[in-house]
């Protein structure tokens, strides 16, 4: 009976389906008939440099990003090549502070070619080349860039250059011509005269008559910086720059240009003339390394400058700081200073060198070139380049995950242990040979071989005292933790302690005051019966008692009485001394 009902179920079931069928297949006909919406173009990308975090190379990455579009104001270039900067590296260690936290696309120039005009713009067209200059945004293909930062580039001049010149020079002649007042017969020292702001500085110092420029590089750049106009290279790694320049002006520089921060900025300031001026513009002895190195940033601040305003007018010495992301409501300035840059470059007078050209894959390839100051003049970025394999010999950057090492005391402890028992060992050793009648020259020659390089094989014996001495030195550590917790749990509860006992001496002294202030503003009773006094009406002097002697035959009486009403506070000063005289005695 089951397996009949379960048939008839099935059979009831088939004969709906048949029943639907007919019913489904024409609303499939029909939405089959239907015409497939046309499908939305997809978004176009470009090809962007992403910081997707603070550390090494490896946060640096190439992605699609959505192709930006012209705003109002706005002009759409197309990037051919991108400057590398100084700040970028300190962008990336997360020791910049005018940057938006990761992920973020850096890049502060670029050079290119005008692709679209958004509304409003006007005095550009589409197919010119310009420079561009922004706070950040310009390491990818296409970039959307405000009209008043976009600049007709000269007809002579190639992209690589155009990328090269705006940062580097804009800086320079801030620092030259505004802050250091730059003038014939002056002498200057750039340090870093190979990089790029440290070349564009020496060009910009020689447009000026007769400036000496001393610049400091190491021994296989001096060729380089002594053909771009360098007076007196000096080797920072092999001598004392300060010194040398001393010996060659013994009062000195009139202007000095710092871009390390820290220990030199105090020697940049000893350094100057009466009347000179140091302009500090960087911070590049933090940077060491690929990653952030805390203890040199530390040892950099520690050992920063602080000075009197006091002691900068009896020296006659100025101080200066200069940084160009923080110009960024000063558009007309800029402006000014840039379009005076591109004429000289068509005058002939400043040319910036190219160092090397990087593929955006090799964007780390490109910090480390600078990050190891191996460049002489500037790096560049370029998204039409094509990435090359490094050659044989050459570093590639890494960022190699460190072990980590144990504590110093572990390690001390460990080495204590096993000398203990190295000397516990040779002393049994020759126990044994003075209790032994044989020689035993072989065993301990082996023993002497058993040594390789100062250290001792270990053996599961030594392997087995090892663990037990490691045992109880993490014993005692715990122990010495433990007691450490202690200490401090009640410190804090003294600590507590004394301050709600401070509080409570706060609220009486404050209870003290009030009640001393009430005193005070309350007057005492002679007081309010002066008071009183005064605010009563004045009382005409015959209504006061008087004795007036109309005779001017006055009795003995009459003298007497006179005397008697005579206040106490007007009697002669010498009864009063002679009284005071009189206790004194009584009391002696």
Known sequence: MAEGGDAATVAHEAGNAVQETPKAEPEKAAAAAEPAAPAEPAEPTVRTIVLTG???????????????????????????????????????????????????????????????????????EVGQNVICLAQTGMWREVVAVPATNVFLMPEEMSYEEGAAIPLSYLTAYFMLFDFGNLRPGKSLLVHIAAGGVGWAATQLAKTVDNVTVFGTASASKHDAIKENGVDHPIDYRTRDYSEEIKNISPKGVDVVLDPLGGADTSKGLQLLRPMGKIITYGSANMVKGENRNLMKMAKTLWQSTSVSPVSLVKTNKAIAGFQLAHLTGEIDLVRSAFQDILNMYKDGKIKPRIDSVWAFEQVAEAMQQMNERRNIGKVILSPEKEPTKPAEGDAVPTSPIKKKKPSLFRRLSKRASRSKDEGEKKDEVKNAKKESPIKQEEPEKADDNKATNGHIQQTPEDEKIDGEAAKTVDGKVGEAEKAAEDSAKKIEDNVGEAKEKVEDAKKQAEEKVEEAVKQEEAPTEPAAQEEKKEEAPAVEEPEKTQVTIENPAETDDAKAAAADIVPADDKPVENEEKGAGDASQEAE
């Open 54 to 124: 603070h550390g090494g190379y490896d946060k640096l990455s190439v992605q699609q990003k959505p192709q930006p579009k012209a705003g109002k104001g706005e002009v759409l270039v197309r990037v051919k090549a991108a400057g590398l900067n100084f700040s970028e590296l300190m962008v990336r260690q997360g020791l910049h502070d005018r940057m938006a936290k990761p992920p973020v696309v850096l890049g502060m120039e670029a050079a290119g070619v005008v692709e679209e005009l958004g509304e409003d713009v006007s005095g550009l």
